[in-house]
């Protein structure tokens, strides 16, 4: 059983999720701390290629109360663990327009190590933002009334 430190609810409502991706994260031990404590934030995050890698930018992690004066800056950039031939896969679908990698859940596996689920992502225009909620409220009132009928 995982157990989610953050999520990014508002990742679905504006882009249009076309895979996810597990990655892990190369964290300090007070920003493990932190994690474990259940504080994270990830709404403006996204990942990033560079130095033949792929980085968190703007992930949210804030410093460890308990921590020292070695504790970790709260916006640094993370790197992210991934296999060359994901890497490969992932930077191929950043070159093309319009396709973003957005973090969708931050959480600890069963081993208890934090992983983070990446999204490969298009953004959505404003009238796919409202067809979506359209669709979501008529499912709703749908099943409210096969409820009520019986």
Known sequence: MTRAVAENRK????????DTLEAGLILTGTEVK?????????????????DDGLFLINAH??????GNRNNHEPL????????KREIE?????IARAGITV???KLYFNERGIAKVLLGIAKGKKQ?????TQKDRDWKRDQARLMRDRG
Do not use: C, M, T, W
């Open 127 to 131: 009238h796919d933002k409202r067809a």
């Open 61 to 66: 992690i804030p410093e460890y109360k308990a």
């Open 102 to 104: 957005v973090p969708l």
């Open 89 to 93: 896969r992932l930077r191929n679908a």
């Open 34 to 50: 932190s994690l474990r404590a259940g504080q994270a934030s990830i709404g403006e995050s996204y990942a990033v290629e560079r």
């Open 11 to 18: 990742a679905r409502h504006s882009y249009f999720i076309d």
């Open 76 to 83: 640094r950039p993370r790197q992210l663990l991934l296999h």
